[in-house]
């Protein structure tokens, strides 16, 4: 599902408390990375599960009809953000310890509060 660019969606990410703008079309891992915000990551396909994380709030599909999920992780709402978009308008929670600020954005596409992240 493409979330039209006037309605906002977030993506705030635990434990760090981070909430940052997830623009339409991106991946949860490209929303991350255009503001600055590193998630573990590999394949970038859905298949080596280094950027495995769990969802906790909000709704989110993969872009892949198989990802490296079983159907029990799905269930509990693990999730693959390198294929993972936003089912619409709203905030998906994560939980990724691992996430890192302060890196530069690598990602040359704009969108309103462009590198904007709030929180600690």
Partial sequence: MIVPMDVQTWLRIEPAGWRLPWPAGMTLLEAAQHHGVRLPRSCRNGTCRACLCQRTAGATHHRIAWPGLSAEEREAGWI?????????????????PEAQRGIPSTNTRSSPGANAVQGS
């Fill in 80 to 96: 693959l953000p390198c294929v993972s978009d936003a089912d619409g308008p709203g905030e998906v929670v994560i939980h990724q």
